[in-house]
Protein backbone atom coordinates (compact mmCIF):
# COMPACT_ATOMS: atom_id res chain seq x y z
CA UNK A 1 0.00 0.00 0.00
CA UNK A 2 1.36 3.44 -0.86
CA UNK A 3 2.14 5.96 2.03
CA UNK A 4 -0.60 8.53 2.48
CA UNK A 5 1.23 11.80 2.32
CA UNK A 6 -1.53 14.25 4.22
CA UNK A 7 -4.04 14.43 6.47
CA UNK A 8 -6.13 15.77 4.41
CA UNK A 9 -5.77 12.56 2.08
CA UNK A 10 -5.90 10.14 4.15
CA UNK A 11 -9.19 11.61 6.38
CA UNK A 12 -10.90 11.58 2.58
CA UNK A 13 -9.85 7.93 2.23
CA UNK A 14 -11.10 6.99 5.24
CA UNK A 15 -14.34 8.40 4.71
CA UNK A 16 -14.65 7.44 1.28
CA UNK A 17 -13.88 3.40 2.46
CA UNK A 18 -16.64 4.06 5.50
CA UNK A 19 -19.17 5.30 3.03
CA UNK A 20 -18.15 2.48 0.73
CA UNK A 21 -19.61 -0.28 3.25
CA UNK A 22 -22.72 1.64 3.73
CA UNK A 23 -22.02 4.48 6.20
CA UNK A 24 -24.44 7.20 5.44
CA UNK A 25 -24.14 11.05 7.23
CA UNK A 26 -25.22 10.42 10.95
CA UNK A 27 -23.58 6.86 11.19
CA UNK A 28 -20.77 5.85 12.85
CA UNK A 29 -16.81 5.40 11.44
CA UNK A 30 -15.07 3.03 14.06
CA UNK A 31 -11.76 2.52 13.74
CA UNK A 32 -12.10 -1.54 12.86
CA UNK A 33 -13.93 -0.41 9.74
CA UNK A 34 -11.72 1.17 7.91
CA UNK A 35 -8.24 -0.50 7.09
CA UNK A 36 -6.58 1.58 4.62
CA UNK A 37 -4.37 3.41 7.10
CA UNK A 38 -2.04 0.38 7.48
CA UNK A 39 -1.88 0.59 11.44
CA UNK A 40 -4.69 1.94 13.70
CA UNK A 41 -2.61 3.81 15.58
CA UNK A 42 -3.06 6.32 12.65
CA UNK A 43 -6.67 6.68 12.49
CA UNK A 44 -6.86 9.11 16.45
CA UNK A 45 -4.65 11.68 14.04
CA UNK A 46 -6.16 11.32 10.65
CA UNK A 47 -9.99 11.41 12.53
CA UNK A 48 -8.92 14.74 14.63
CA UNK A 49 -8.30 16.01 11.30
CA UNK A 50 -11.53 14.88 9.77
CA UNK A 51 -13.29 16.92 13.08
CA UNK A 52 -11.53 19.94 12.60
CA UNK A 53 -12.59 19.93 9.63
CA UNK A 54 -16.36 19.56 10.65
CA UNK A 55 -16.27 16.07 8.49
CA UNK A 56 -17.20 13.44 11.85
CA UNK A 57 -17.45 14.43 15.04
CA UNK A 58 -16.86 12.28 18.19
CA UNK A 59 -19.24 10.45 19.94
CA UNK A 60 -17.79 8.69 23.01
CA UNK A 61 -15.12 10.41 25.73
CA UNK A 62 -12.38 8.33 24.47
CA UNK A 63 -12.81 9.38 21.19
CA UNK A 64 -12.72 6.03 19.33
CA UNK A 65 -16.21 6.69 17.72
CA UNK A 66 -17.88 9.20 15.43
CA UNK A 67 -20.06 10.34 13.36
CA UNK A 68 -20.12 11.35 9.71
CA UNK A 69 -21.75 14.49 9.32
CA UNK A 70 -22.98 15.74 6.13
CA UNK A 71 -20.29 17.69 5.35
CA UNK A 72 -17.98 15.15 5.41
CA UNK A 73 -20.38 12.40 3.87
CA UNK A 74 -20.40 15.14 0.61
CA UNK A 75 -16.70 15.14 0.99
CA UNK A 76 -16.64 11.18 0.83
CA UNK A 77 -18.80 11.32 -2.16
CA UNK A 78 -16.73 14.15 -4.14
CA UNK A 79 -14.17 13.52 -6.98
CA UNK A 80 -11.18 15.60 -5.47
Known amino acids: MTALSTPREAAKRVLRAAVGNGTRSGGLVRPGDVHLLG ?3 DFPA ?3 Y ?3 QGW ?3 VQQNGKDYKLTDAGFAVA ?3 D
Request: charge should be negative; charged fraction near 35%; glycine fraction near 0%.
Open 56 to 58: VKA
Open 50 to 52: AEQ
Open 46 to 48: VMD
Open 39 to 41: KEA
Open 77 to 79: QSA
